[in-house]
């Protein structure tokens, strides 16, 4: 376990002295289905990228949770899915999210940490490309910008302008065009 380290860049440092951030584990799952039960409801099973997670299990290096001593108070899962054209070889791509923090939890920069703690584990880990379905707005912050549209297909509908990516190395979206498929 570890605490989370003062933001560096970051436009939010968690401002709970007691918070950690620690790598999920298969145990946190009932308790961040809930969360996310709580979070986005029954919807949630609707959604296009819930469709890319379905059967999949986490990363679970990748993904991580925030606790305050033993209380879960968010989390951030990670999940590997492939791109490409059915014609070439396909890339692996991280699928970051849900990621949900607690309502009481919130606006106190856990997302943020969350979030960042998953894209810094991914590019350790080697990874070189991190996809989301989301609001612009709040993962900008993060590095991630809207794909352009058409050109990342995913096994559903979605809003073009909530399909974004975020380059863990320079230069690792270009090519990269096609469906988004689930990892089997
Ligand atoms: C989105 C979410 C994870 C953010 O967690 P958080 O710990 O509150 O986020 P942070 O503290 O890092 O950032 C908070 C800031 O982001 C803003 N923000 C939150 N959600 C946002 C969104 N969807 N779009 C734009 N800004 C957003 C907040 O207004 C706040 O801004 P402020 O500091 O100027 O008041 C949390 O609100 C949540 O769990 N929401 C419900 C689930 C969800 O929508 N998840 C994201 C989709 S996968």
């Known amino acids: 376990m570890s605490t989370v380290a003062p933001s560096n860049g970051f436009t939010h440092a968690p401002d709970l002295p007691a918070l950690g951030l620690r790598p999920l584990h298969p ?5 961040i289905e809930r969360l996310d039960e709580r979070a986005f409801g029954p919807g949630r099973f609707a959604r296009t990228a819930y469709r890319l997670r379905e059967g999949v299990g986490p990363d679970f290096a990748l993904s991580f949770v925030a606790h305050v001593g033993t209380l879960l108070v968010g989390s951030n899962i990670m999940t590997p899915v492939k791109c490409g054209k059915p014609t070439r070889e ?5 699928l970051l999210g849900p990621l949900t923090v607690e309502p009481a939890f919130q606006s106190r920069g856990i997302g943020e940490a969350l979030a960042a703690r998953s894209l810094d584990a991914a590019r350790v880990a080697g990874q070189k490309l991190v996809l ?3 609001d612009e707005p709040y993962y900008a912050r993060l590095g991630f910008k809207r794909a352009p549209y058409g050109r990342l297909v995913l096994p559903g509908p979605v809003d073009p302008a ?3 990516v975020c380059e863990l190395a320079p230069g690792a979206f270009e090519g990269v065009a096609g469906v988004v498929l689930k990892t089997t």
């Not at 396909?90 to 991280?94: E, I």
């Open 90 to 94: 396909l890339v692996d791509v991280m």
């Open 132 to 134: 989301l379905v989301g």
């Open 162 to 164: 909530r399909v974004l």
């Open 27 to 31: 145990s946190d799952l009932p308790q």
